[in-house]
């Protein structure tokens, strides 16, 4: 057999030896998909003729067309490196340089990336004297041209406040940003495949010379297109010889928001007819009980085409779901559990819906000792909205902060200007006193007395608890009402905020919680991680294309996952339960499923409900875990006793304490311990009434 077909099964063979027509391959998880693309177009190659220069293969990133590339050098040798392989970005670009004159377009045009859009609207929002932050207003420019609408009609359906600005006020700063990019020479990210598609569309020649080049064309990731990406390809695809190879699985489509439409993989048949279909159902990454877990899941949805995973791994641990008591006992477990297991690291992920609930998780295994990332997005305490509020306390318990003067005077926005500002730190005073000493008039004068009185009150309540602090701040600043009208993705930002509130309540003073905020953010940059790797945290979202021995998928709660704010749709719902099936298919060896029976939810604590996706399975595809005693966190709340049992400390043990936070027994005698805690010093503790957790136990069982 030839060298390029042994290795494949034989659905993988079928879709390589597909010559002309359009064709959909449909991939599932783990099925080796990048390998029968690759496969494919060397055959092309070496079989039947085909040059390397009539080759077109679009991607979403340039990981995977880097490595699309890699892979056909190995196989058929230099011609590889004409082979033109590139992001659905790269590839409207390179259209561009040659033919963007007929455009307007200077040869030497510029493309703004992220820091240099964010400069312009600065920039913009000063001429026109608008206040509100730069990077939603991108965000929603992004949005807009991701529609593939015009900028009229997007606005037309717009709520009526965007990025803080109402939506008449906001029209003309978007079309003056347009102006501005075409007088600097330049195009942004969003305008690139719009521009392409304008030539492409107006200039026939134009597309016929593109066609030549992009004679057979393969698509991968095809459930994740956008309206404007759809366009792309159905005009590259000449309709008298469509040689399109689309690559997708609509099981994986997850990127609704980013306007990613699950039709067009669904609908591929229609939109080309006569097109085959190869599905590759033959999973080499995960085990029998995990796939098993999968294929029921994702059969509950309508929105498909029919497949089923087959396991080429047979058997395997079964699945276990854990159910905790609360949030903070849920996360406890996984860093429990991780401990047991050991290290390296690296083979665990912990996967999670929404942003917010990183924070727990980011605190216990730091306290357990164990290196923890947050991949694809920030460390909680890093995050914007967290951070804004984190200024105030700052400035509240140290005046002379300039940093956190700086970022809490402008959020939310309050009328006092950039050049205000520019008056105050040119005085060479400490912010607040400066600010006190600066003449000013008519909305400016009360905009700086308001922030000043307001300053004054948090001076006070600086000395007590952090969390009737941040709750007075909020309704001072009204900060919920700004997120709002400012962020598109406010809801996401507003959960934040509350898992702040859920911080400081556990923290004590405003002093004790900023201790334990900066204690907890040096950690994410500890020293000596690398050699055993660091457990990965991240959201479903952003777990996509990843694959880890050992996965954690957490919070399998009604509201939660399902989101609350995807109930009222089915095409939402089966979204978020694609995204569950997306999780579960990360997982190589070990999958562990989890949720809390109760959990704080805008400030209230409710009890929750078990997922409806684990509710609608059959009996028998996982089981109750029940860790050891001596691992599994006690149930909470619980009457008042010690966690851990009378006179069972010997000292050196790492505890936990609600109101202290981490420490370590340094002595223990009978039913009294002696404990150091970080960032507070030695406190002598009842066990009968101190509520102390074990954070960390010697491993038990062998490592995978």
Do not use: C
């Not at 026109?128 to 609408?149: Q, T, V």
Request: charged share 30%; aromatic share 8%.
């Amino acid at each position: 057999m030839d060298d390029l077909l042994a290795p494949l099964n034989e659905a993988q063979r079928q879709a390589v030896l597909h010559f002309e027509g359009p064709a959909l391959v449909v991939a599932g998880a783990g099925s080796g998909k990048t390998r029968t693309v690759v496969h494919r177009v060397a055959y092309l190659l070496r079989h039947r003729g085909v040059y390397p220069t009539e080759v077109l293969a679009v991607t979403f990133t340039n990981k995977a067309a880097n490595e699309l590339k890699e892979r056909l050098l190995h196989l058929v040798g230099p011609a590889a490196r004409e082979i033109w392989a590139a992001t659905f970005h790269s590839a409207a670009l390179r259209i561009l340089r040659a033919y963007g004159e007929r455009l307007g377009l200077k040869p030497g045009f510029v493309v703004y990336g992220e820091d240099d859009q964010e400069a312009l609207l600065r920039e913009l929002l000063k001429e026109m004297g608008l206040e509100a932050r730069p990077g939603p207003i991108k965000a929603f420019l992004d949005r807009a041209k991701n529609s593939g609408k015009s900028l009229e009609a997007f606005l037309r359906e717009a709520p009526e406040y965007i990025a803080g600005l109402p939506k008449e006020r906001l029209a003309p700063l978007l079309y003056r940003y347009q102006e501005a990019l075409r007088a600097q020479g330049a195009v942004d990210f969003g305008d690139i495949l719009l521009l392409a598609l304008e030539l492409l569309e107006g200039h026939p020649e134009v597309l016929e010379k593109v066609r030549q080049r992009a004679r057979f064309i393969h698509v991968d990731e095809y459930q994740d297109t956008n309206p404007v990406q759809y366009r792309f390809v159905r005009l590259l695809a000449s309709p008298d010889a469509p040689n399109l190879v689309a690559v997708g699985d609509p099981d994986q489509s997850i990127y609704g928001f980013r306007a990613a439409d699950i039709r067009n993989i669904l609908d591929f048949t229609r939109d080309f007819p006569g097109a085959r279909i190869y599905r590759l159902e033959e999973n080499y990454r995960s085990t029998e009980a995990i796939l098993r877990l999968a294929n029921a899941v994702i059969a509950q949805n309508q929105a498909r085409l029919e497949k089923t995973l087959r396991p080429r791994k047979k058997g395997g641990e079964p699945v276990r779901l854990y159910r905790a008591a609360t949030a903070r006992e849920e996360a406890q477990f996984v860093a429990q559990e991780v401990a047991r297991l050991g290290p390296p690291y690296d083979r665990y992920a912990v996967l999670y819906r929404t942003n917010a609930q990183s924070r727990l998780l980011e605190e216990a295994l730091r306290f357990a000792g164990i290196p923890a990332q947050v991949v694809g997005g920030v460390g909680f305490f890093e995050r914007a909205e967290v951070k804004d509020l984190l200024a105030y306390a700052r400035l509240a318990v140290n005046p002379l902060d300039a940093l956190a003067f700086q970022r809490a005077v402008k959020t939310p926005p309050r009328g006092l200007g950039q050049a205000t500002l520019e008056r105050v730190r040119a005085l060479d005073l400490p912010p607040l006193e400066a600010l006190k000493a600066l003449p000013l008039k008519g909305a400016q004068a009360r905009a700086k007395e308001a922030f000043l009185a307001l300053m004054e009150e948090l001076f006070v309540l600086a000395e007590g608890p952090a969390e009737a602090f941040f709750r007075h701040l909020l309704a001072a600043t009204d900060y919920l009402a700004y997120l709002k009208e400012a962020y598109p993705d406010h809801e996401d930002r507003r959960e934040n905020v509350e898992e702040l509130l859920r911080a400081a309540e556990e923290a004590g003073s405003v002093q004790e919680f900023l201790d334990r905020v900066a204690l907890t953010a040096s950690a994410d940059q500890a020293e000596g991680a690398e050699p055993q790797g660091q457990v990965r945290l991240m959201t479903l979202h952003n777990a996509k294309g990843l694959e880890f021995p050992v996965v954690f998928l957490v919070g399998l709660e009604e509201n939660l996952l399902p989101h609350r704010n995807s109930l009222s749709r089915l095409e939402d719902l089966e979204e978020e339960r694609r995204l569950f099936y997306v999780g579960l298919t990360r997982a190589q060896e070990r999958l562990y499923l989890s949720y809390a029976l109760e959990r704080e939810v805008y400030g209230r604590r409710e009890h929750t409900r078990m997922s409806r996706f684990l509710e609608e399975l059959p009996p028998g595809l996982y089981e109750l875990y029940e860790p050891n005693a001596h691992t599994r966190p006690a149930p909470s709340p619980q009457p008042p006793g010690p966690r851990p049992s009378e006179g069972g400390f010997k000292g050196g043990e790492k505890v936990y304490h609600p109101k202290f936070g981490p420490g370590r027994v340094v002595a223990a005698r009978g039913e009294e311990v002696t404990v150091h805690f970080e960032g507070v010093g030695l406190k002598k503790l009842h066990l009968r009434f101190a509520d102390l957790l074990l954070l960390r136990q010697e491993n038990t069982e062998r490592p995978l």
